[in-house]
């Protein structure tokens, strides 16, 4: 599973008297697959598509999914915070996405469908000014996942 895990070897020789055992450990860390279904999903469009352009107080569904290392396997587990910060001023060009009236989450935890195999936060914008933000889903294996989108 993701998270740091210790990994430990020893030697131990057959010929004691001139050789000497020997053993080591080390912690290693295991991270997300980034292979797969590592970006935020739609509506949000990723680089290299245009920025997503939403308008001022509506929600904006963050989805992505995670996999462990082997690529395949749905993370269902994970524990993953939202973090949004304001980058710039201004009205914002680009596409202007679908508004979404689903009532925004409070805290700053997703939430895991197992229907989709998605983990979502409906992200609220209200009280918001336009410009550009960046939203960051920080994950517990230390990884994260960025965009950039903006708001008018």
Same mark, same amino acid.
């Given at each position: ?12 020789? =057959? #010929? +004691? ?11 290693? &860390?295991?991270?997300?697959? /980034?292979?797969?279904?590592?970006? %935020?999903? +739609?509506? @949000?469009? /990723? ?8 308008? @001022? ?12 290392? #082997? ?9 993953? /915070? ?27 935890? %997703?939430?895991? =469908?197992?229907?989709? +195999?998605?983990? @979502? %936060? ?13 939203? &960051?889903?920080?994950? =517990? =294996?230390?990884? +994260?996942? /960025?965009?950039? @989108?903006?708001?008018?």
């Amino acid at each position: 599973s993701p998270g740091p895990h210790p990994l430990g070897v020893s030697f131990a020789p =057959d #010929d +004691q008297t001139n050789y000497s055992g020997a053993a080591k450990t080390v912690s290693i &860390t295991v991270l997300y697959s /980034t292979a797969v279904g590592h970006g %935020f999903l +739609q509506p @949000i469009n /990723t680089p290299p598509q245009v920025e997503s352009v939403f308008k @001022i107080g509506s929600t904006i569904p963050v989805k992505f999914q995670l996999f462990l290392a #082997d690529g395949v396997t749905p993370m269902s587990t994970a524990l993953a /915070t939202i973090q949004v910060n304001k980058v710039s001023s201004g009205v914002p060009s680009g596409v202007n996405e679908t508004v979404t009236s689903t009532v925004p989450n409070q805290g700053i935890n %997703f939430r895991y =469908d197992p229907t989709s +195999q998605q983990y @979502i %936060f409906n992200l609220g914008t209200k009280g918001w000014t336009a410009g550009s933000y960046q939203i &960051t889903a920080l994950l =517990d =294996d230390g990884g +994260q996942i /960025t965009v950039v @989108i903006g708001v008018r």
